[in-house]
């Protein structure tokens, strides 16, 4: 793992996974800086950004200077340059983000940033839309050898149901929803994923290439609902919705339209045998076995507990 005094900025630094990631590099000592729209973080790492405020993008790279001013002021060592070598990149919750996205891509580039690695979605190829026109763009700057790169598309994230719209329906109604029928998806723990993460944001040569970040097992959402019915020892159901009902009631939730309708075509495509597949990756990677859907829920039944 490569050690330096250049910072690692991780887009996204207070959510699911990017504060994961920000905290597994913090715990191996190496600088990092999470941006968020609050701009706060852990162990005061944090720095405001915002998409669509463009007068936000210079904040990490002016917070990476003054680090590395008082680091040199302190006599530890650091580089002087308060440069920014590595950069996660997690999209702003808005289905049209390609643009903005690549346009901060080309932003950081001039500021010297080498290496970018994006967070897609096991669901969307390169060249698709949003995230997937992204991808292309860093596997065509890779191409030309202006960047290093890769691209992590995890499937579903077993944090998922600690969402409200899923804590509210398990504790309230003793049910789960979904329109997949009993299509499988490879759950994947977020934890693993920021450990993919740090593993292709530090290594010492590129990858330059993209990863299906899956989980260990393939689980339906009815066997989601039987071992959550083991594990809080009360009976949990999937209902199984058609694509219209669930847009609904992803919007009865607060979900704009336009992404419910987006929502509910990823169920139909798990439906249709999408996500029926598993790899190797998160242990190639990480040297770990991905975490299990059972232990995860295990480890994390009080928030789904009646009162």
Do not use: C
């Not at 804590?167 to 299509?183: M, P």
């Not at 009815?222 to 199984?240: C, K, M, N, W, Y």
Request: overall charge negative.
């Amino acid at each position: 793992m490569a050690t330096t005094d250049s910072t690692i900025l991780v887009l996204g630094g207070t959510g699911t996974v990017g504060s994961r990631i920000v905290s597994q590099l913090t715990a191996l000592r190496q600088p990092v800086l999470g941006a968020s729209r609050k701009g706060t973080g852990d162990q005061g790492v944090g720095v405001v950004f915002k998409w669509q405020d463009r007068a936000t993008w210079d904040n990490p790279f002016k917070a990476a200077a003054v680090a590395t001013t008082n680091n040199d002021d302190s006599g530890s060592g650091g580089s002087g340059s308060g440069s920014i070598r590595a950069v996660y990149l997690i999209a702003p919750p808005v289905l049209d983000s390609a643009g903005v996205m690549m346009e901060f891509v080309d932003f950081a580039r001039a500021k010297g940033v080498r290496r970018f690695v994006l967070q897609s979605a096991s669901a969307i190829e390169s060249g698709g839309p949003a995230m997937g026109m992204v991808h292309a763009y860093l596997r065509e700057l890779g191409q030309q050898g202006e960047v290093d790169w890769a691209v992590l598309r995890p499937t579903w994230f077993q944090q998922n149901f600690q969402q409200p719209r899923h804590v509210q329906t398990i504790k309230e109604e003793g049910k789960i929803y979904s329109a997949t029928s009993d299509g499988k998806i490879p759950w994947v723990s977020a934890d693993d994923i920021a450990a993919v993460a740090v593993q292709v944001l530090t290594s010492p040569s590129p990858h330059n290439t993209e990863y299906l970040v899956l989980g260990p097992e393939l689980l339906s959402y009815r066997d989601i609902a039987e071992t959550l019915s083991e594990v809080l020892g009360r009976r949990i159901v999937h209902v199984d919705l058609t694509s219209d009902d669930m847009e609904k009631l992803h919007q009865s939730f607060g979900m704009p339209e336009d992404y419910s309708r987006m929502m509910g075509s990823l169920d139909t495509a798990i439906k249709q045998g999408q996500e029926n597949r598993t790899n190797d990756v998160v242990e190639l990677l990480t040297g770990s076995a991905p975490a299990r859907f059972r232990d995860f829920a295990e480890s994390n039944k009080a928030i789904w507990a009646q009162s």
